[in-house]
């Protein structure tokens, strides 16, 4: 495991704490949930459509690809975290989480997919996926998507093969 900077680096203080913190995306106070708009509305998008969506999730294309197959999976209704997920919608999570797993591991000469969950942005539930590549040791644990932001972009022609790999073994699973 390595950070992809170069020594040294400068340890710096953490900020002064923000309370009370200012709402989120979605959240009573801040910026509508644009995600619940366009989830009801996809078909008449402008935007390429999700990847895969069924009743309860939808696996939706990144933007800015470093690594083909990183996606991320939401719901379809607005909720915020796993604390108030619905029981049927959590106990679907695991199911889901696995077919999109395999389906990225599919593609070849990945050696792990990790999935993150940053609340900190829209308070509509999501989790990223993220394909280490197989032999990118400097990647392992918390450092892929570290390595990620900083790689350059993946030739689109790589991601949309990726997407449609993804999307195909998905689809084979309903």
Same mark, same amino acid.
């Given at each position: 495991? @390595?950070?992809?900077?170069?020594e /040294?680096?400068?340890?710096?203080? /953490? ?5 009370? &913190? ?25 935007? +390429?459509? *999700? !990847? ?5 999730? $939808?696996?939706? +294309?990144? @933007?800015?690809? @470093? ?6 999976? %939401? %719901? ?8 108030? !997920?619905?029981? #049927? ?5 695991g *199911?889901?989480?696995?077919?999109? &797993?395999? $389906? ?7 050696? #792990? ?19 280490? *590549?197989?032999?990118? !040791? ?6 892929? *998507? ?10 689109? &022609?790589d ?16």
């Open positions: 495991m @390595t950070l992809p900077y170069a /040294p680096l400068i340890r710096r203080e /953490p900020q002064s704490r923000v309370i009370p &913190e200012p709402p989120r995306v979605g959240e009573p106070g801040g910026d509508p949930c644009g995600l619940c708009d366009w989830l009801a509305n996809y078909e008449q998008s402008e935007h +390429r459509p *999700p !990847l895969w969506v069924n009743d309860d999730w $939808a696996l939706i +294309r990144s @933007t800015d690809v @470093t690594i083909p197959g990183i996606v991320w999976l %939401t %719901t379809r209704a607005h909720h915020d975290s796993f604390a108030d !997920l619905p029981d #049927r919608l959590a106990m679907s999570y *199911p889901v989480v696995a077919r999109v &797993e395999r $389906a990225i591991l599919a593609l070849g000469d990945i050696a #792990r997919v990790h999935v993150y969950r940053w609340g900190d942005g829209s308070s509509h539930f999501h989790v990223w996926f993220y394909p280490r *590549p197989l032999g990118m !040791l400097e990647a392992r644990r918390e450092m892929l *998507p570290l390595w990620a932001d900083l790689m350059p972009a993946a030739p689109e &022609e991601v949309v093969d990726a997407e449609r790999k993804i999307a195909a073994a998905m689809a084979a699973g309903d």
